[in-house]
């Protein structure tokens, strides 16, 4: 199965635009799905397929590929925006989900 | 509205048994794809398995694969995980998780229970 790599972690000014990444060869395939989960509480998604938003997901939250990079951005980041964020996809096989390893995101 | 209530998490001894319960409620369960996610203390998500609609298609992760078994009854609106063997390294929070539809092989978890806390330890 294929790995997809975050960085542990990323700060942000609030009001500031941030970049969450997401790497793996299996994106080169799959988009990435995003999850927000906050301390004590299940994960909840924020975007999904090429950019495509819940209901209730902010749009200050946006997602974007690019060969084998997902990338989750907000654009202005608020103090609830902080958060662990996790992508996951298809493995290469397309038959076991992978999710990377999580970013801490602090808003500053 | 859409609920996914897990149960059957506690204190476990290594080598031993538990079964998990999704009690999944507000949507026709029977029509979507299910998933279980698990999260050590501390550590990032990881995804254990997953069942097709009818129950068809079953997969694991390597980490739990012989030791764990899906399954699900769509008459009871139910998904199961029966884990034995238990380790230590299996001590997570355990999620049950929908799988969206009509979005070809690039499905999201769209909802997520709140999650059941196993602990294996002797």
């Known amino acids: 199965s294929s790995e997809l790599t975050q960085d542990p972690a990323v700060s942000v000014a609030l009001g500031q635009t941030v970049r969450i990444t997401c790497q793996g060869d299996s994106l080169r395939s799959y988009y990435a799905s995003w999850y927000q989960q906050k301390p004590g509480q299940a994960p909840v998604l924020v975007i999904y397929?090429?950019?495509n938003r819940p209901s209730g997901i902010p749009d200050r939250f946006s997602g974007s590929s690019s060969g084998n990079t997902a990338s989750l951005t907000i654009t202005g980041a608020q103090a609830e925006d902080e958060a662990d964020y996790y992508c996951?996809?298809?493995?290469?096989?397309?038959?076991?989900?992978?999710f990377g390893g999580g970013t801490k995101l602090t808003v500053l | 509205e859409v609920q996914l209530v897990e149960s059957g998490g506690g204190l476990v001894k290594p080598g031993g048994s538990l079964r998990l319960s999704c009690a999944a409620s507000?949507?026709?369960?029977?029509?979507?794809?299910m998933n279980w996610v698990r999260q050590a203390p501390g550590k990032g998500l990881e995804w254990v398995s997953s069942?097709?609609?009818?129950?068809?298609?079953?997969y694991y992760a390597d980490s739990v694969k012989g030791r764990f078994t899906i399954s699900r009854d769509n008459a009871k609106n139910s998904l199961y995980l029966q884990m034995n063997s238990l380790r230590a390294e299996d001590t997570a929070v355990y999620y049950c998780?929908?799988?969206?539809?009509?979005?070809?092989?690039?499905?999201?978890?769209?909802?997520w229970g709140q999650g059941t806390l196993v602990t294996v330890s002797s």
């Open positions: 996951n996809s298809r493995d290469s096989s397309g038959n076991l989900v992978v």
């Open positions: 397929g090429k950019n």
């Open positions: 069942i097709s609609s009818s129950s068809s298609y079953i």
């Open positions: 998780a929908r799988e969206s539809t009509n979005c070809g092989g690039d499905c999201p978890f769209d909802y």
């Open positions: 507000g949507f026709t369960f029977s029509s979507y794809s």
